[in-house]
């Protein structure tokens, strides 16, 4: 199965910036769209940020203007820049990749859904 692994993580001022990026690993041959949900204690994983292999994107509301998600097909990379960071914006971050097809044994094989493990986010003075 493909697996994702993020990095970039970590503890940030308020207003300043990160970058996080995920990687998927495997021999993939299409990943349709890559995206990012966060979570907080006691609350459901939510959506803010997605993007699709030819480039359409995708923002909830309360990222817009601040964070930017961009993808490298070639790569099966997606990275998100957070600006503008509140206190707010505290979770733990998630990617995510849907509708995959991937080789294996020379079999190719579709998988609906890849999580990361999650990548602390603390914005905090």
């Known amino acids: 199965q493909v697996q994702l692994v993020e990095s970039g993580g970590g503890l940030v001022q308020p207003g300043g910036s990160l970058r996080l990026s995920c990687a998927a690993s495997?021999?993939?041959?299409?990943?349709?769209?890559m995206g990012w949900y966060r979570q907080t204690p006691g609350k459901q994983r939510e959506f803010f940020a997605s993007?699709?292999?030819?480039?359409?994107?995708n923002y909830a509301d309360s990222v817009k203007g601040r964070f930017t998600i961009s993808r490298d097909n070639a790569k099966n990379t997606v990275y998100l820049q957070m600006n503008s960071l509140k206190p707010e914006d505290t979770a733990v971050y998630y990617c995510?990749?849907?509708?995959?097809?991937?080789?294996?044994?020379?079999?190719?094989?579709?998988?609906?859904?890849?999580w990361g493990q999650g990548t602390q986010v603390t914005v905090s003075s």
């Open positions: 995510n990749a849907d509708q995959i097809l991937y080789r294996e044994s020379d079999i190719v094989k579709s998988q609906y859904v890849a």
């Open positions: 495997g021999s993939i041959l299409s990943i349709y769209s």
């Open positions: 993007i699709t292999s030819g480039g359409t994107t």
